[in-house]
């Protein structure tokens, strides 16, 4: 099994629960660290995958001690930041004040760890508060505009990221004869839908890894 500390190329992803990031790393022979509440509490792992259940705030230091880790990606929950949720603000604010705050220390946990492993990194959310509480996205793009990658992938959800550390933002690839959908703003409610409508495009994640591995040692 492997671990944290141990001499294995990483990537490291938070506030990811369904591990779509990394696959395309671990289909290359670097280990994917997933850390997210909704894991086992604890750490376990096989030989390509480490989950790490639980608080990032509360495993912070514990990750900026990860080793060889070279790619970092977040996700930090939108609930309480996405425009789209913006009818529920006031009422979540004479629930908790701090409610934002709370939401946007999420993010800067994401930076703190990835400027002290200085590494390139990506935090995504869709279209939020977090460009007016912190500062605007340096990108913004669809899930189709990577289909050719996935072809799966072919839909609408604007969505926004913050990197730094050198990350090289991948160009579209798509074919733009083919009209994306916007299964996302129509997915029924259900007990997953959270998880199913913040699920990582794959083709997203596959042009991620090509743009910031062309410099890296290969493993």
């Known amino acids: 099994m492997t671990n944290l500390t141990d001499n294995k190329m990483k990537v490291l992803s938070l506030y990811d629960y369904s591990g779509v990031m990394v696959q395309p790393w671990i289909e290359h022979g670097y280990v994917g660290v997933l850390v997210d509440i909704q894991h086992m509490p604890g750490i376990s792992s096989t030989e390509s995958t480490i989950w790490v259940g639980g608080d990032v705030l509360k495993w912070e230091e514990v990750l900026k001690q990860t080793n060889n880790v070279c790619f970092i990606a977040a996700f930090p929950p939108c609930t309480d930041l996405a425009v789209s949720g913006a009818r529920w603000f006031a009422q979540k ?63 609408t959800k604007k969505t926004c990221l913050w ?34 409508r913040s699920r990582t495009p794959l083709g997203f994640a596959r042009a991620v890894y090509y743009a910031n591995t062309l410099l890296k040692t290969s493993v």
Not at 108 to 116: F, G, H, N, S, T
Not at 127 to 147: G, I, M, T
């Open 93 to 155: 604010r004479v629930k908790n004040p701090q409610f934002q705050k709370q939401a946007m220390d999420l993010f800067y946990a994401a930076k703190r760890i990835a400027e002290k492993l200085n590494v390139p990194y990506m935090i995504e959310n869709p279209v939020s508060v977090a460009a007016r509480l912190w500062r605007k996205p340096d990108y913004y793009f669809h899930p189709y505009q990577y289909s050719g990658y996935s072809a799966e992938d072919s839909y």
């Open 163 to 196: 990197t730094g550390n050198d990350f090289v933002m991948p160009e579209p690839y798509y074919d733009p004869s083919i009209k994306p959908d916007d299964r996302i703003h129509k997915m029924a409610p259900s007990s997953q839908r959270r998880n199913l």
